[in-house]
């Protein structure tokens, strides 16, 4: 098979990456400066409010023990709640 990316399923050589229509700013969303512990000990709907307040665009509450994915999300808060009490809180 030759080497220039021809060949079987591949009928042209190698292509150049393009960046067409990419910008130099960020759709992201911004990390708020916060404390991730002031919300333990919160009511679940109280720091859901205080979270949102602060710039979290993404609140989530879970239960414990609850398999979930761990991937980083900026602007994502995550609650762990039992008996509508946050115990544990993490960014991401």
């Known amino acids: 098979m030759p080497r220039d990316g021809s060949g079987p ?3 042209r050589g190698p292509r150049t990456p393009t ?3 990419m ?7 911004v990390q708020p400066q916060d404390s991730p512990g002031t919300y333990v000990g ?3 709907d109280t720091a859901e409010r205080r979270a ?3 710039g979290w ?3 989530r509450s879970v239960p414990p023990g609850t398999v ?3 991937e980083f ?4 808060i995550n609650f762990e709640v039992a008996d509508s009490v946050v115990t544990r809180c993490w960014v991401g």
Not at 23 to 29: A, Q
Not at 73 to 76: P, V
């Open 42 to 44: 919160l009511a679940a």
């Open 52 to 54: 949102r307040a602060r």
């Open 23 to 29: 910008t130099t700013s960020s759709n992201r969303p």
């Open 73 to 76: 999300r900026a602007g994502r």
């Open 19 to 21: 960046v067409r229509g």
């Open 57 to 59: 665009t993404t609140v």
């Open 9 to 11: 399923g591949f009928p």
């Open 68 to 70: 979930i994915t761990m």
